[in-house]
Every structure is written in C-alpha cells, then in structure tokens.
C-alpha cells in the first residue's frame, strides 16, 4: 500500500482521510500493510500431496482436501 503512504506524504493528512477518499477499509489497509513481508511457500505441501496420491491409489482424485488433510497430519 505504498500508494496511500504516498498520498499521506504529498497531501499531509490523516491515513483515514485518504482511506475514505480512495474507499479501502481501514482494517484492509493496515492488514496489507502488515503483511507484505510475508512470502507463502506452498511447494512443499503441493509435494507432500503429490507423494500421498502417488503411494496409494485410494487417494486419488476421490479424495478432497479434508482427507489429504488429515492423512498429511497424520
């Protein structure tokens, strides 16, 4: 949210000033802004689920989410 940052900067006013004139919630804002540091590495769970499917032929395309789930925490 570097944008916002940038308007407070050049207009000199309050952060819920700006939030209100470019409609971004307050609570989205300062959730962005919290997180962007943050990288998600989901390529050792899309290998794990690959590794589940492949040793058993149960786990197949029949089996969703909340069973690979459970069969990964097991």
């Known amino acids: 949210m570097t944008?916002?940052?940038d308007?407070?900067?050049v207009f000199k006013t309050s952060i819920s000033y700006i939030l209100k004139a470019v409609k971004?919630?307050?609570s989205?804002?300062?959730?962005t802004k919290q997180?962007?540091?943050?990288?998600?590495d989901d390529d050792?769970?899309?290998q794990a689920i690959d590794e589940i499917r492949q040793t058993d032929a149960k786990y197949t395309q029949k089996y969703g989410y909340r069973r690979i789930t459970l069969v990964m925490h097991e």
Do not use: E, F, N, W
Not at 28 to 31: A, D, E, L, R, S
Not at 35 to 40: A, L
């Open 28 to 31: 989205t804002y300062y959730y």
């Open 35 to 40: 997180s962007q540091g943050r990288k998600y």
């Open 3 to 5: 944008l916002i940052d």
């Open 24 to 26: 971004i919630p307050r």
């Open 44 to 46: 050792q769970v899309i």
């Open 7 to 9: 308007l407070r900067r």
